[in-house]
């Protein structure tokens, strides 16, 4: 199911365009082009069903096409409904020698600028593989796949779905209203989608959050890897990725130069720290807000003012929340700030930033709201001041830009499929825990990615190794160590 309104032509013209961008991204994915090779022949994910719930982007189409020639059998969405790009889920559909008319490839469910609503029955049709099967392994991205499967369960055990008016959350809305659906018709459908699942493998911060909560709570349906605290993810990806692509999404969105400018950036986690020296690099002078001491001094050391956010909204003009943690920047705040001030998000999910408190507002004719392009709006209050609100609340360097680029993203993704690979192949080794991979394949995925930068590495002799009681191949450092 793709762009929506969009004729056989256009759709056609997307493909040969998203094969293009494809061709070149495996250029600057070594990792995953190097698992083609060594596993391209012997298909260790033969047989098992994967669904994928993550941003459907050219670097996505590397990882889908990858997964595929190791075997699997695939259906894909996105996990935003802002971060399709729609010439990639073209090119996926038609695959590599097909056409949309003829199509090859893999059936995508996902077009940029979707509703809530179509969001949520996209996710759950890729969850479908016919004859009464679901997935057997889940790529997840924050985490959505996951929580409709185990909502599904926790409903079918209760013999009823609560009504979507029993929540104001207008996302979690959507989420009972499919489920409701889907009982109506298949009473049973999520039980056996569980059993038959061998595990997820999770991409982000906060998707992995929810999963230690689930286990936590002893409510974890199958085993489940834990890709974002790979070093070689979110040393790599949350930090590198977001210094390049937050600024592309600013840029492209606002045109504003930032140069001088004060910019706050909430939280100084991995993805924080890729935030700040972003701003740092276009030469704005940037101010962090931190809860963790720890997080808080490096900030300082690093030459950062660190202060509440309440301290900088009558100067600042930028704001970017990344902490995915919800209500860092409220209604009552943007309507403090200075006129014009830009307010974007970078977390995984937009209840950072109070949007649903503004849209209360705009209902009750209390600010007004003018669209500017999309994924750009401006916020004017009653007193004539008004704010820019970068892709509605939702992670604005996916809404305004085209995320992180192919190098960053294949050591991502050489992670997911090694851990793909791992639930397929390993499985009785797994309970229903959350899992990292080991230190020797974080450390597998770095040198994959090293040729391409031109690096060579020094070789440890025998006796330094001993000196230093680890292996001549590593792994290198203890579980323990941080980098
Ligand atoms: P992290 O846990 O390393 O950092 C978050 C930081 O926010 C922590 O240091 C925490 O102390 C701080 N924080 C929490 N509540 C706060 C508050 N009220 N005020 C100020 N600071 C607060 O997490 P990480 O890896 O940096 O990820 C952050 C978010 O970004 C997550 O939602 C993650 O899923 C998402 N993400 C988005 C990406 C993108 O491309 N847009 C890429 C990678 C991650």
Same mark, same amino acid.
């Given at each position: 199911k793709l762009k929506p309104g969009a004729g056989l032509e256009e759709l056609e013209a997307l493909a040969i365009w998203g094969r293009k961008e494809l061709d070149l991204a495996e250029q600057e994915m070594p990792g995953l082009m190097s698992l083609r090779e060594e596993f391209g022949a012997q298909k260790?994910?033969?047989g098992q069903r994967i669904m994928g719930s993550l941003h459907m982007t050219v670097q996505t189409a590397v990882l889908i096409e990858t997964l595929k020639e190791l075997g699997a059998d695939i259906r894909w969405v996105s996990c %935003? *409904?802002?971060?399709?790009?729609d010439q990639a889920a073209a090119a996926i559909v038609a695959g590599k020698n097909g056409t949309i008319a003829n199509p090859q490839g893999v059936p995508v469910f996902a077009w940029k600028d979707e509703t809530l609503q179509e969001y949520w029955q996209c996710t759950e049709r890729a969850l479908d593989f016919g004859n009464d099967n679901g997935p057997t392994q889940i790529v997840d991205d924050g985490g959505d796949a996951t929580l409709l499967i185990h909502k599904g369960v926790e409903f079918e055990k209760a013999g009823a779905v609560p009504s979507p008016d029993t929540t104001d959350n207008a996302e979690f809305k959507e989420v009972l209203r499919v489920l409701g659906q889907v009982l109506e018709v298949s009473p049973k459908r999520w039980h056996t989608v569980a059993e038959q699942m061998q595990g997820v493998s999770e991409e982000t911060t906060t998707g992995v959050h929810r999963l230690y909560q689930m286990e936590e709570a002893g409510e974890l349906l199958f085993p489940a890897i834990n890709v974002n605290d790979s070093v070689t993810k979110s040393k790599f990806d949350n930090l590198y990725g977001c210094r390049h692509s937050l600024i592309d999404g600013l840029n492209r969105a606002t045109d504003v130069m930032m140069s001088g400018k004060i910019a706050v950036v909430c939280g100084y986690g991995d993805v924080g720290k890729g935030c700040a020296q972003s701003l740092k690099g276009q030469g704005a002078r940037v101010i962090i807000t931190e809860i963790d001491p720890i997080c808080a001094l490096q900030a300082a050391m690093e030459g950062y003012e660190v202060v509440p956010l309440e301290n900088t909204l009558a100067e600042a003009d930028i704001y970017v929340t990344t902490t995915g %943690?919800? %209500?860092? *920047?409220t209604a009552d705040h943007m309507s403090k700030m200075k006129d014009k001030a830009i307010v974007g998000n970078i977390g995984h999910f937009d209840n950072e930033i109070e949007m649903a408190q503004m849209d209360k507002w705009l209902e009750e004719g209390k600010v007004s709201k003018t669209n500017i392009k999309p994924q750009y709006d401006m916020w004017t209050f009653e007193d004539g001041h008004s704010v820019l609100v970068l892709a509605e609340g939702r992670l604005l360097n996916l809404g305004c830009a085209t995320g992180h680029p192919s190098f960053v993203m294949s050591a991502s993704f050489t992670n997911q499929s090694i851990a793909q690979i791992e639930l397929a192949v390993? %499985?009785?080794?797994?309970?229903n825990k959350v899992y990292v991979l080991p230190k020797l394949l974080d450390e597998k995925v770095a040198r994959l990615h090293l040729d391409k930068l031109g690096v060579k590495l020094t070789k440890l002799t025998q006796e330094q190794a001993d000196y230093l009681n680890i292996p001549v191949d590593g792994p290198y450092k203890p579980e323990h160590y941080r980098y």
């Open positions: 260790p994910l033969a %935003n *409904i802002f971060s399709t790009q %943690n919800f %209500n860092i *920047i390993n %499985n009785d080794k797994y309970e």
